[in-house]
């Protein structure tokens, strides 16, 4: 007797935040560990971020110009816009780690990634990636005390220390993208892995 396979979990949009800073040995990026009985990425350290929800399209954000019409490319109707992405940004940030960027602020949030979860995972992102200086922020880089509990061992680390760490597959990708941007290689467009359809695709949004 044969059983039909499980439908594939519906492709949500998501949004996540690599935070950064200047430090004496360089520069620093803000990591946290997912808990060992997580659905997704169980033990797996990762940027702060999450699903975008239904709210974070309830107050404009201004956007800069560039960003906002990369997130719109490549974007079905049904997308989430460019200010609920960054909504959401600013909401899974305050979340996960206690620290706030201000609304006002949103225009700090550089796009520079996006990837779709392959299939056959529990379950699937569409997530957009946004670097920010964390010298935008609202309090202390370093107090995590009104985090929620869904990342551990919050800390700043080098980014080539990062590394070393227990990563996603697409967390390795973007930490060596992200490393090239801090260290001044030129915008080439935003690396999009679109594992919408059948055939996995690589392009580049400009």
């Known amino acids: 007797m044969t059983t039909d396979a499980a439908p594939e979990?519906?492709?949500?949009a998501a949004s996540t935040v690599i935070l950064w800073r200047a430090a004496p040995s360089g520069a620093q990026v803000l990591m946290g560990m997912r808990?060992?009985?997580a659905v997704f990425m169980p033990s797996k350290y990762v940027f702060p971020g999450g699903a975008v929800d239904p709210g974070d399209a309830a107050d404009p954000l201004p956007m800069a110009a560039p960003c906002a019409d990369r997130l719109r490319a490549f974007c079905g109707p049904e997308a989430p816009?460019?200010?609920a992405l960054a909504g959401a940004a600013l909401r899974e940030l305050q979340e996960e780690t206690g620290l706030v960027l201000p609304p006002t602020d949103a225009p700090a949030l550089r796009f520079v990634f996006r990837a779709i979860t392959p299939p056959g995972r529990t379950r699937r992102f569409d997530a957009r990636f946004f670097l920010a200086d964390a010298a935008h922020l609202a309090g202390p880089q370093d107090d995590f005390?009104?985090?929620e509990d869904e990342l551990s061992h919050l800390h700043w680390i080098g980014l080539d220390q990062a590394r070393a760490?227990?990563?996603p597959?697409?967390?390795e990708v973007v930490l060596a993208e992200v490393t090239?941007?801090?260290r001044g290689a030129p915008d080439q467009g935003v690396p999009f892995f679109d594992n919408s359809g059948t055939s996995p695709a690589f392009r580049r949004i400009v």
């Open 169 to 171: 597959f697409i967390t």
């Open 165 to 167: 760490l227990d990563l």
């Open 35 to 37: 808990g060992a009985a």
């Open 9 to 12: 979990p519906v492709i949500r």
């Open 81 to 83: 816009c460019p200010s």
């Open 180 to 182: 090239a941007t801090l």
């Open 145 to 147: 005390s009104a985090a």
